[in-house]
């Protein structure tokens, strides 16, 4: 791991944990009070505060959600000449599936199932599975559960992360400028793992699902901490993942765009 991707993931992991950061903030700002250190203790509590206040009025994560699940029109016309589908892995709750000994999923299994849906439809379709170690395994199990024969997907080699994704499934289909693929994951997700994949070699056709958001925030100011903080993370892991992968050279593009072609 290079020097760029310790302070990357350092700096990264408070952004997105934003409101860690600011309860630390309360709470050293108890301890210095404490220490009789007011002037500091004032500072962190007032920024403390109003950063928790601001998360809570202000929707600023559901805007950036609703910002990049609105990047990639849905429900498109797939081209009749399209090779295949790329499925992104991602929807397994680690956690839950070891302690319960069981398959056990999280909110983004929507793109699991509107994969299964688009390959039903579409049986002429190559299908390509990519996630880590765990979710190749259990993916078969689904897959065979849910009406599509395993031997019919095409697994790439584990990855650890989304940049991994695209490198292994390079390496596995070895793609050709002139095959279009559709890549489907989550609406959120999509912008993030377009850049990756078109670095890699594909001619991807983004087809988000697996929505999260309406669609239609208004520019009105609600009480929400729960909900805003939920959407900051996400939006923030997406974020900073796009800005590291353009400066690490892993893509194009800090924010890629529905082609113009």
């Known amino acids: ?9 350092f700096f990264g992991w ?4 934003i409101d860690l950061l600011l309860v630390l903030s309360l709470v050293v700002a108890a301890g210095l009070y404490w220490l009789q250190r007011r002037k500091w203790a004032k500072r962190l509590l007032v920024t403390g505060c109003t950063g928790l206040i601001l998360l809570g009025i202000v929707p600023i994560g ?41 398959r056990a999923y999280n909110l983004t299994l929507g793109r699991f199932i509107q994969f299964i849906d688009l390959a039903k439809k ?21 897959f065979q559960e849910l009406g599509i024969d395993p031997s019919r997907v095409h697994f790439a080699e584990p990855a650890k992360n989304t940049s991994e994704n695209a490198e292994k499934t390079a390496l596995l289909l070895h793609p050709k ?18 850049g990756l994949f078109q ?24 009480i929400g901490l729960k909900m805003n903080l939920d959407a900051w993370h996400a939006v923030a892991r997406e974020w900073l993942g796009m800005v590291a992968n353009y400066l690490t050279g892993r893509s194009d593009t800090v924010y890629p765009a529905p082609s113009q072609g």
């Open 14 to 17: 408070w952004i997105i944990n």
């Open 177 to 194: 400028p002139d095959e279009k693929w559709l890549l489907v994951t989550s609406a959120y997700h999509m912008s993030r793992s377009v």
């Open 199 to 222: 670095k890699a070699g594909f001619n991807v056709i983004p087809y988000p699902v697996d929505y999260h958001a309406p669609g239609h925030y208004e520019m009105w100011f609600f």
């Open 122 to 142: 579409n049986p002429h379709f190559q299908l390509v599975f990519t996630g880590d170690k765990f979710e190749n395994t259990h993916a078969k199990e689904d």
């Open 1 to 9: 791991m290079t020097l760029f991707e310790h302070i990357y993931r």
């Open 62 to 102: 559901l805007w950036g959600f609703e910002m990049l699940e609105n990047r990639f029109p849905k429900g498109i016309q797939i081209p009749s000449d399209v090779k295949g589908m790329i499925l992104l892995g991602g929807p397994y709750d680690f956690a839950a599936s070891y302690g319960r000994g069981e």
